[in-house]
């Protein structure tokens, strides 16, 4: 694995960087997997993973280390920052949070973006978080010391909250150094998913989506075992309700996730009936939980 860290603004689909919230490129490679042909891609003996870290920063500096990190998957054609207006709501209020690019599968990709490479984006998302453990651990590296191996979370967006469920509970390409996972979107069809793991999970998805529809994360909430919550964002498609804005549904979204992650990742005590009562808005969203 090699590194290489460079100073970032905010990536070309997000929002103004806030204040408070700093951010740094690594590009990780991964010498060890082949990314595959690809159009006009011959293909390469390596993965690359341009990886976005954000951090939260106080008077302009960074918050002291360690903090609890997230792992966020992009969605098919976006960016490591195509949903930072919804995840520096996390970083703002103390995670760090880390948003690789997906080799083929982002917008930039070489020889465009496909979902032909999709069944290795499990093993990225476990080579990222550890190549980001050996940084954290190395003096002198750009993240030395900035988060809790200990308190890891995962969340991704549409093929990205597919490929989460993937790494939390599909049998061959789990990783449980993750402690819980977000599904924005996302379904599974692994018909061995779930079967006898119990990594907390929180789904959330609108019912108008047309793109993914809502009925994958309605099957992986069954199939899944508790501790298990799924927010049903009303009149929402595929992505109104993920853009980190101040509309209603949006704010769900926001206070939703932040809950989830301050119960199962950070282990804040007094994180616990706010689910259900940011989940659960008369005309917004409802909460189903099984506990």
């Known amino acids: 694995m090699t590194a290489v860290a460079?100073?970032?603004?905010?990536?070309k689909a997000s929002a103004t960087l806030p204040a408070s919230v700093q951010r740094i490129t690594l590009t990780l490679v991964d010498d060890s997997r082949p990314t595959p042909p690809n159009g006009t891609h011959?293909?390469?003996p390596t993965r690359t993973?341009?990886?976005v870290v954000s951090y939260p920063t106080r008077g302009g500096r960074p918050v002291p280390g360690p903090l609890p990190l997230v792992v966020f998957?992009?969605?098919f054609g976006d960016t490591a920052t195509t949903y930072a207006p919804l995840y520096d709501h996390w970083v703002e209020q103390g995670y760090v949070v880390a948003a690789p690019d997906f080799p083929l599968s982002q917008q930039d990709a070489p020889g465009g973006p496909s979902l032909s490479?999709?069944?290795?984006?499990?093993?990225?998302v476990s080579f990222v978080l550890s190549a980001?453990?050996?940084?954290?651990?190395?003096?002198?590296?750009?993240?030395?010391q900035r988060f809790d191996p200990a308190r890891?979370?995962?969340?991704?967006?549409?093929?990205?909250?597919?490929?989460?469920?993937?790494?939390?509970?599909?049998?061959?390409?789990?990783?449980p150094r993750f402690k819980a996972v977000i599904s924005l979107t996302g379904a599974s069809d692994d018909k061995a998913a779930f079967t006898g793991i119990d990594t907390p999970l929180l789904l959330e998805h609108g019912d108008a989506d047309t793109t993914v529809p809502i009925a994958?994360?309605?099957d992986a909430y069954a199939r899944a075992k508790p501790p298990k919550f799924f927010v049903t964002i009303f009149g929402a498609t595929h992505s109104s309700a993920f853009g980190g804005g101040t509309s209603p549904s949006e704010e769900v979204v926001e206070r939703t996730t932040l809950d989830f992650l301050n119960r199962y990742v950070d282990g804040t005590v007094k994180a616990g009936d706010e689910l259900r009562r940011d989940g659960d808005v008369a005309g917004v969203a409802s909460l189903q939980a099984t506990l």
Request: hydrophobic share 40%; net charge neutral.
């Open 152 to 175: 890891v979370g995962l969340a991704g967006k549409s093929l990205g909250a597919i490929t989460v469920l993937g790494v939390g509970y599909s049998p061959a390409t789990r990783d």
């Open 6 to 11: 460079a100073a970032c603004g905010a990536g």
């Open 117 to 124: 490479d999709f069944a290795h984006q499990p093993g990225d």
């Open 49 to 51: 993973l341009v990886t």
């Open 73 to 75: 998957a992009t969605g």
């Open 132 to 144: 980001l453990v050996k940084l954290d651990q190395t003096p002198g590296s750009a993240i030395y």
């Open 216 to 218: 994958g994360s309605r």
């Open 42 to 44: 011959p293909g390469a």
